[in-house]
């Protein structure tokens, strides 16, 4: 390896000893006889103090340059209260890894503000931004204590197919593609496939895949690649899939508190562990009419509407039963009320973050649904044949990683935390 250590692993029991590490240029200072320069690598920046006749001149030379360069360097590690990370390195060896060949196209150190647009078509260099790496580390955290409390609780993790014959949840934002001599749709949803598991006898199952919808929205919160993290669970009804969205919810805030401090710190963010509220669609409906808005029992909450829940019920909120024309299909009815549906969403500080249900598992309704849908059945036989084998009550739950991720670290547009972002104008980098 080129480095021995990373800036974060700097600590008191290696003052005094030689370290070599690596990164790239965050900023150099000349001020008389002193040359700092700031290191930059993904935990953190260190500074690099050199003196003239105390380091060689060769050494203090080697240090003038550009903004961003890659370098390896060695020498020895100091212990100084007055450095942002509590340590500097006094170099004897400054390395230039790859010259820097042309102007880099925005200000990495944040003292020049630059359009996201402009961010973004340079990605690789955005991502060297603290506050850019600090999203995507929150992100990880994300990810991992997902899987890890999946994992915890019994669940098998599985991975659905993103190439499907039909739409999965209705609907035409379909891309098509074209699958030898026949056509194919991307999956918008891993939805089938995670119950065809669970009829399968896998019992509680999860995945993280992408998703894919050919909606043509420029809005600051929809992508059309995203990824979900889907659960599944078999011998199961709502009540079962939204406690779990609930607890699992807690659990992911938790670990991002304690995992990064630091991330959140950079972000100035202030991340509180939710206490969920549950409430009914019919109750949000009443009480945002209540508040003079113009809302009425079967319209969508708009993202107008979503903000509002989290004024009047709360910063965690989980809504059920949902009106059977605003779900997918595979929505198991209301017991007593067919235009209601066994359903919720979570929205989190504002936003829709999750969306979930108890599916119908009984073949002949889903037929129904299917057709009063205005789709048909036919192209889901092996969906039905499946209900058909034994299929028991079952319900699940999605969360959008990047509308989760975008809610923990209070950015305002999704873009931010999608680290390659797809959208209706872009497709690159």
């Known amino acids: 390896m080129i480095r021995t250590h990373y800036v974060s692993d700097l600590s008191a029991e290696l003052s005094n000893k030689s370290v070599t590490v690596a990164g790239w240029v965050h900023e150099v200072r000349e001020l008389g006889k002193i040359t700092f320069l700031l290191l930059r690598d993904r935990s953190g920046i260190v500074q690099v103090t050199a003196k003239k006749g105390v380091v060689p001149d060769d050494v203090i030379s080697s240090m003038s340059l550009p903004k961003e360069s890659v370098v390896k360097i060695t020498g020895v590690v100091k212990e100084n209260k007055?450095?942002?990370?509590?340590?500097?390195i006094v170099p004897s060896e400054v390395v230039d890894l790859n010259p820097v060949s042309w102007r880099i196209p925005f200000e990495v150190t944040g003292k020049v503000d630059a359009d996201l647009d402009v961010r973004l078509n340079y990605r690789y260099i955005d991502l060297r931004r603290l506050e850019t790496?600090?999203?995507?580390?929150?992100?990880?955290?994300?990810l991992n204590s997902f899987s890890s409390y999946m994992m915890n609780h019994g669940f098998i993790q599985i991975r659905p197919p993103d190439i499907v014959a039909e739409a999965t949840e209705g609907g035409t934002e379909l891309f098509s593609v074209d699958y030898f001599e026949t056509k194919a749709y991307l999956a918008q949803s891993p939805q089938l496939y995670k119950q065809l598991a669970v009829i399968g006898g896998l019992d509680k199952v999860f995945s993280i895949v992408p998703v894919f919808r050919a909606e043509?929205?420029?809005?600051?919160?929809?992508?059309?690649?995203s990824t979900q993290m889907d659960i599944e669970i078999g011998f199961a009804n709502s009540d079962d899939a939204a406690s779990l969205l609930s607890n699992v919810l807690v659990s992911i805030i938790k670990d991002v508190n304690e995992k990064n401090a630091p991330e959140l710190k950079i972000l100035q963010k202030d991340l509180?562990?939710?206490?969920?509220k549950i409430t009914t669609y019919s109750e949000v409906v009443d009480a945002i009419a209540a508040s003079g808005k113009e809302i009425k029992f079967g319209d969508d909450l708009s993202r107008e509407s979503?903000?509002?829940?989290?004024?009047?019920?709360?910063?965690?909120?989980?809504?059920?039963?949902?009106p059977t024309s605003l779900r997918a299909f595979y929505s198991m009815p209301d017991d007593n009320n067919p235009e209601i549906t066994k359903s919720f969403d979570m929205i989190y500080r504002g936003v829709e973050i999750s969306s979930g249900a108890q599916r119908i598992h009984l073949p002949e309704l889903l037929i129904e649904s299917i057709r009063k849908k205005g789709m048909n059945p036919d192209g889901f036989k092996f969906y039905i044949d499946a209900m058909r084998s034994g299929a028991p009550p079952h319900a699940g739950w999605s969360i959008g990683l990047e509308r989760l991720t975008m809610q923990i670290t209070g950015m305002s547009n999704i873009r931010e935390c999608a680290m390659f972002p797809r959208d209706r104008k872009r497709l690159t980098p």
């Open 133 to 142: 790496t600090a999203i995507f580390k929150i992100q990880s955290t994300i």
């Open 272 to 276: 509180q562990v939710p206490n969920v």
């Open 216 to 225: 043509k929205s420029n809005t600051s919160y929809h992508l059309n690649e």
């Open 306 to 322: 979503e903000a509002l829940v989290k004024d009047l019920f709360g910063e965690a909120v989980i809504v059920r039963d949902y």
């Open 82 to 88: 007055e450095a942002r990370s509590g340590f500097e």
